[in-house]
């Protein structure tokens, strides 16, 4: 369970970074009072031009985010021309740039999504609120959504005319990156303009406090589902083990003997839990692959080694009570049970 939904949150921020990256931008300007997890309002189609007259700047592009019917997929609008200017352009494994967003309503969507959906030239994407959408195109995979539609279109579509959330700009030089930043925050001073890199780092789950809060939680579930499960395997281990348990006794097996026994018995568990635990994502790896494929699931080796502690200190801690039971028991009661 740890595992699993430690590698879904850091899979699917990850994503996110990655095709964020596949924009080519070095710099991307945000409304104000919007962080990283939220954009909150919108801001003028004009800034792009203000933007684009700056020392060093070669482009800029604005483009309008919306949720796409789930918390994970957005749906975003571009200007395609200049997107492709700065991410490089699209490879299309179905349509051509020819026939991209000639009409209203059209849209490109990458080839996970098309697969998930079981979408191709000419689908009616149904899960996408509002109004009818039409697929255009399916294009790899990698630059910064899994939908997007004409900018014009959103922004009629959304009631936002003339309006974007974010800004995409590229520079000249890496070198004079941090003077273009630097510049633009002084004539938008209430707007949040990150690097590339400052906005990849800030994609963790340590970043988004209602994502860390549920991890936590659910770390916290687990620690207390296996104490319960070692405490109820450990303790009918003993009842069934008791003429066992009197015999030891009767040899003259102390009581930290005993537990000593059950302690390593639990021990055992844990680590055969884990290991378990470990082969088992590779299972919801290849199942959230089938289901869905866009929400990728990462193999979190760092957390190895912390789900092993926690698995651990959870078998150990429902051993105790058991093991004290088990080194409590009279040798001639015990071994008297039937």
């Known amino acids: 369970m740890i595992l699993t939904l430690v590698g879904l949150s850091a899979g699917v921020l990850g994503d996110i970074a990655k095709r964020s990256e596949g924009t080519g931008a070095d710099l991307m300007i945000f409304p104000p009072a919007s962080t990283v997890f ?18 060093h700047v070669t482009l800029a592009t604005g483009a309008l985010r919306e949720q796409a019917g789930n918390f994970v997929d957005n749906i975003v609008g571009i200007d395609l021309a200049e997107f492709n200017k700065m991410s490089g352009g699209f490879h299309y494994y179905e349509g051509s740039p020819a026939e991209t967003f000639t009409k209203p309503g059209q849209l490109l969507v990458d080839d996970e999504y098309a697969r998930q959906k079981r979408l191709h030239v000419g689908s009616i994407a149904k899960d996408i609120p509002p109004g009818t959408w039409v697929v255009a195109g399916v294009v790899e995979q990698g630059k910064l959504s899994r939908i997007f539609a004409a900018l014009p279109n959103i922004q009629d579509v959304y009631s936002a005319p003339n309006r974007i959330n974010i800004v ?17 925050k002084t004539t938008l001073e209430d707007y949040p303009i990150m690097t590339m890199q400052e906005f990849t780092a800030e994609l963790s789950v340590d970043n988004y406090p209602l994502l860390k809060n549920f991890t936590d939680v659910v770390i916290g579930l687990s620690v207390v589902v296996g104490l319960l499960v070692v405490l109820l395997t450990m303790y009918t281990a003993v009842l069934e083990r008791t003429r066992e348990i009197g015999i030891l006794k009767a040899l003259g097996a102390s009581p930290g003997y005993i537990m000593g026994i059950l302690m390593r018995e639990a021990v055992v568990l844990a680590i055969a839990g884990t290991i378990a635990g470990i082969i088992m994502t590779y299972g919801t790896q290849a199942l959230m692959r089938y289901a869905a494929p866009t929400m990728t699931q990462a193999t979190v080796y760092a957390w190895w080694p912390r789900a092993g502690v926690i698995s651990l200190i959870g078998a150990l801690i429902g051993a105790i009570y058991p093991g004290v039971k088990a080194a409590r028991q009279d040798a001639i009661e015990a071994l008297a049970y039937d």
């Open 38 to 55: 939220n954009l909150s309002g919108n801001m003028s189609e004009r800034l792009v031009n203000a933007i684009r007259q700056q020392p």
């Open 168 to 184: 995409y700009v590229k520079v000249d030089n890496p070198a004079n990156l941090q003077a273009v930043k630097s510049e633009l």
